[in-house]
């Protein structure tokens, strides 16, 4: 796991550190990881540095001083640099340096035959035109030379950031580099992880500039598939069906009938010993039990079974099931809330004020939306324009369900997701979400509920990688078939080529 800094907090880490180092000894350092780092990529994909040809396109601030003094370095080593100056000015040092070193400047105020025929015949493309502090949309000439680099056959290096992505918030405003390698320092931005700006990033590698013990505890974190491990231990060897958890479903309806077999189809790789279906005399219970003979049906009020630790409630409900989303959070069970519990939610005060009542008893509710399902939700509920306040507000964790899903807690941390991926947008897959959850959070109820559900993602991510391999398309059930494949991977740490 690792942690996520706004631009804020970087900014004051990174001036505690230059007010006890030489002047220029911080970008000095960045400098030289950045050079390092391109010489390794060079090598990997050139098998030599001397005679490659490296463009780099350069702004006014210090991200630009960054790649020149980068830049200057790799001159040095017999490359052939030229640095495309798309602003008015460009730090003065790190362009002697260049010089110095035999490169040179060209002054770009449009992007002309001579600037393509650079691009066109480089080896290395380094994007240092704005770094970390910027927002909004690149100016021109720099949105043109940007679009036009991110075409070219070249290996292309972002430095901290691809010019054009909020490193705050991952938004994208028109042109936007779009690296195959991005070269962070001291740590990770938030918009290298949260969508769209990570579709950009490509690999991300972090540079040591001294910057991590000016830094606090970050609010943001990043799962990581050590912890995941950590989390689906195996059994042990005098664990019982009970004892190992038992999760109660209560999924589908005669509309949606598909919708509870994703669920407890889930559920049941989740490492729980036990998965119960609630049977509503609808005909799904049935299906359910003939599909899956190892799930027990009950009919019975379940909200008071000690036994029931996790409860995943709502895929497949209609405006009709609020009677069963109420009985659902009157359990002290942890409980996961989706699709039709959602809209539940949205449609009567009383049962948000259920889940808020549950959070100030300390107990665990998971509202799991896409984007359209947290947009009614919020509507419904003051103060929620945004998943923390959500999150803060009804006293739940709230996962925003996309590209770079989000997991956002009461107190106000957030987890990111970097193993979901575009697959996933399909019918059914956040059924099969929602039964891995509860199954996670009945089997491994003394570990941090955020925890499991973070990593409860991932695994749901990591499945949908292994089901798409080779290229294949995938649907929800291939994601549910590869749960048990995926939970193995992270215990054994053999992650070779799931995450690709």
Not at 16 to 42: I, K, N, Y
Request: net charge negative; with cysteine; hydrophobic share 45%.
């Amino acid at each position: 796991m690792f942690g996520l800094y706004p631009v804020e907090v970087v900014r004051d880490a990174e001036n505690r550190l230059m007010s006890r180092v030489p002047d220029g000894a911080l970008m000095q350092l960045a400098a030289r990881g950045l050079a390092v780092q391109c010489l390794r990529f060079l090598r990997d994909v050139q098998g030599h540095v001397v005679g490659t040809r490296v463009v780099i396109l350069v702004g006014a601030g210090n991200n630009g001083g960054d790649a020149l003094f980068a830049a200057a370095y790799l001159a040095a080593r017999g490359m052939s640099v030229v640095a495309l100056c798309v602003a008015d000015s460009h730090h003065e040092n790190g362009a002697r340096a260049l010089e110095s070193a035999g490169g040179r400047l060209v002054s770009v105020v449009e992007v002309d035959d001579q600037v393509r025929s650079l691009l066109v015949d480089a080896d290395l493309v380094i994007d240092g035109i704005v770094g970390i502090g910027a927002h909004g949309a690149l100016r021109e000439p720099s949105a043109e030379i940007v679009r036009f680099a991110s075409g070219v056959d070249a290996l292309r290096v972002a430095v901290d950031l691809p010019s054009g992505v909020d490193a705050d918030t991952g938004a994208v405003s028109g042109a936007v580099f779009n690296a195959d390698v991005t070269v962070t320092f001291g740590c990770f931005k938030p918009g290298l992880l949260l969508s769209p700006g990570r579709e950009y990033v490509g690999a991300v590698h972090e540079v040591d500039i001294g910057l991590e013990p000016e830094l606090p505890e970050p609010t943001w974190l990043s799962i990581q598939a050590m912890d995941v491990a950590d989390i689906v231990a195996a059994p042990a060897h005098d664990d019982h069906k009970y004892l190992r958890g038992v999760v109660a479903v209560a999924a589908g309806s005669e509309a949606y009938p598909g919708a509870a077999l994703l669920t407890v189809g889930s559920s049941r790789y989740s490492g729980a010993g036990m998965v119960r279906f609630l049977d509503r005399a609808d005909g799904v219970a049935d299906l359910v039990v003939s599909t899956y003979p190892d799930v027990v049906l009950d009919r019975s009020d379940m909200r008071q079974d000690p036994r029931i630790r996790g409860w995943a409630c709502g895929p497949g409900f209609t405006e009709s099931d609020a009677a069963t989303v109420e009985m659902v959070l009157g359990s002290d069970a942890s409980v996961v809330l989706d699709a039709g519990a959602l809209q539940c939610l949205a449609d009567d005060a009383g049962l948000a004020s259920r889940v808020r009542e549950r959070g100030d008893r300390g107990l665990t509710t998971v509202l799991t939306p896409h984007a359209g399902e947290f947009q009614r939700l919020a509507g419904a509920i003051d103060h929620a324009a945004t998943p923390a306040d959500m999150a803060s507000e009804l006293q739940a964790i709230v996962v925003l369900k996309g590209p770079g899903t989000t997991i956002s807690t009461p107190r106000g941390g957030a987890y990111v997701d970097t193993a979901g991926i575009a697959d996933l947008a399909c019918a059914g897959s956040g059924d099969v979400l929602t039964g891995l959850l509860a199954g996670m959070l009945a089997a491994y109820h003394d570990d941090e509920p955020a925890m499991i559900v973070a990593g409860a993602v991932w695994l749901h991510g990591t499945a949908a990688r292994i089901a798409r391999r080779g290229g294949r398309p995938i649907v929800a059930t291939d994601v549910c078939d590869a749960i048990p494949e995926a939970i193995a991977a992270a215990r054994s740490g053999d992650l070779a080529g799931l995450l690709t």
